[in-house]
């Protein structure tokens, strides 16, 4: 039998400046590596926090701008008022939504328009 592992989203990225702001600094992702073929060449990189982990490429045919992933938090309402707090320039989430499969969420837009919700499970006793 064939064991799957997490899958790794690849987000279409087009500002280098840009993307590590929104996702290192505001998002609070942290840098795993960078790759380019050449020095001039577009950056291909991961990130990780926790146990999500992206790959931003600014690579054409690499990823369509505009995607959507969900990525699930343990404290959804918390990560949203740090988030909030932080004042970013480009992004001021709103606070978490409830939903009616029993989650919490709120959805950020990055620069390359990628939209990443991030959601908590509500726990029913």
Not at 34 to 61: D, K, Q
Not at 68 to 87: N, P, Q, S, T, W
Not at 103 to 124: A, C, H, M, W
Request: glycine share 8%.
């Amino acid at each position: 039998m064939v064991v799957f592992g997490r899958p790794v989203p690849i987000l279409r990225s087009f500002d280098e400046a840009r993307t590590r702001d929104f996702y290192l600094d505001f998002l609070g992702f942290e840098l795993m590596f960078e790759a380019r073929f050449e020095e001039w060449a577009p950056l291909y990189m991961g990130v990780r926090h926790g146990e999500c982990v992206l790959h931003l490429t600014e690579h054409f045919g690499d990823a369509t701008p505009g995607s959507a992933i969900r990525v699930a938090v343990d404290d959804v309402v918390g990560y949203a008022a740090a988030l909030r707090a932080k004042e970013h320039g480009n992004c001021r989430p709103g606070a978490p939504s409830t939903t009616p499969w029993d989650t919490q969420e709120v959805t950020v837009t990055d620069p390359s328009g990628n939209r990443l919700t991030f959601y908590s499970e509500i726990k029913r006793g």
